[in-house]
């Protein structure tokens, strides 16, 4: 009688450690065992789906994509709105709780009108959770990485597989991550492994030397992480690269502000960044972008940092050298 396998599933996302943990993955265990998995936001940079085309085909290893599926919250919403929009009360629709804003049953109908799933797991997110994350309600982790990502874990369990769940995380990053254990039982089937828990960053950048893989091109256009295009959580520095580097990208998020604004409570200030972030409630991502490009003190433009050469390699890892 066979023996029950085990796949090696490698989340990647485009970023130094995925890549890193996916070279290790494949040398311990053969191209064979192993399947890397990418959870597509739909807020990505375009060199990072590239890359991650790149790297799979480089290496010949499986791609899979998983993508949230909203559909449902979307059909949820609506029914919820259209009860709204018919005149009932809002405690009627969701109970006595409080709501800093109120739907009127006009904004209702108008929002019905609006709300339908884009197919863009992002945008459709903030448009049924009618607002964008934030730190303290970072839902977009959860949603477009994690479950996608855990449902097709246990897929592959159904499927009669052990999976052991690769994460390229480093004790480095975060006192929190200092604490993860290399392998932990999860049960089920489940594994997780962390192999490159006691890595540092060189150590990344080698193996991807060693392996023949060049670093996901955005290390060296000022992105000290790879994830999201924008993140939520972007660093001042981060967002003044953005700026200068990719406007479109900042076009997109302002056109996203505007959609999931016209779905969303009235007066609620949904914004891609959050209030703290300039101390400004309601300040959208050209604002925000604006207040990135000043120093911290004044609403003088730190010159030094606008006229900064987009073009010039401005890695926090050192790759230029
Ligand atoms: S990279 Fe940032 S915006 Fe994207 S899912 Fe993670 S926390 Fe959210």
New binding site residues.
């Given amino acids: 009688m066979r023996g029950m396998s085990i796949v090696h599933l490698v989340s990647v996302s485009g970023g130094k450690d995925s890549t890193a943990t996916l070279l290790v993955a494949i040398a311990l265990h053969g191209l064979e065992n192993v399947i890397a998995v990418f959870a597509d936001?739909g807020?990505e940079h375009e060199a990072t789906y590239a890359f991650v085309q790149y790297l799979t085909s480089t290496l010949g290893v499986r791609l899979v994509v998983v993508k949230a599926d909203l559909s449902g919250e979307f059909a949820a919403k609506r029914i919820n709105l259209a009860r709204i929009a018919a005149g009932e009360p809002e405690s009627a629709v969701y109970g006595k709780r409080q709501f800093k804003y109120a739907w009127t049953p006009e904004a209702a109908e108008r929002a019905l009108e609006l709300l339908h799933p884009t197919g863009n797991p992002?945008l459709d997110l903030c448009m049924v959770r009618g607002g964008f994350?934030s730190r303290k309600r970072?839902f977009?982790?959860e949603y477009?990485?994690r479950n996608p990502l855990t449902e097709y874990a246990m897929s592959l369990i159904e499927q009669g597989n052990a999976v052991w769940s690769w994460q390229g995380v480093r004790a480095d990053e975060s006192p929190s991550r200092a604490r993860l254990p290399s392998f932990e039982v999860v049960g089920g089937g489940l594994f997780i492994h962390r192999p490159i828990l006691r890595w540092n960053v060189a150590d990344v950048f080698e193996a991807h030397r060693e392996g023949g893989i060049e670093p996901n091109p955005l290390y060296l256009q000022g992105m000290a992480?790879v994830?999201?295009m924008?993140?939520?959580?972007?660093s001042k520095a981060e967002l003044r690269a953005i700026a200068q580097r990719f406007p479109e990208h900042v076009a997109r998020i302002a056109e996203w502000e505007r959609l999931v604004q016209s779905v969303t409570r009235p007066f609620s200030p949904a914004t891609f960044f959050h209030g703290n972030t300039t101390n400004e409630v309601g300040a959208g991502v050209i604002k925000v972008i604006d207040w990135a490009q000043t120093t911290r003190g004044g609403r003088q433009r730190d010159l030094l940092a606008v006229l900064d050469e987009p073009t010039a390699c401005s890695s926090v890892h050192g790759l230029c050298e």
């Fill in positions: 936001t807020n992002f994350p970072q977009c982790t477009l990485k992480r994830g999201c924008p993140c939520i959580n972007s």
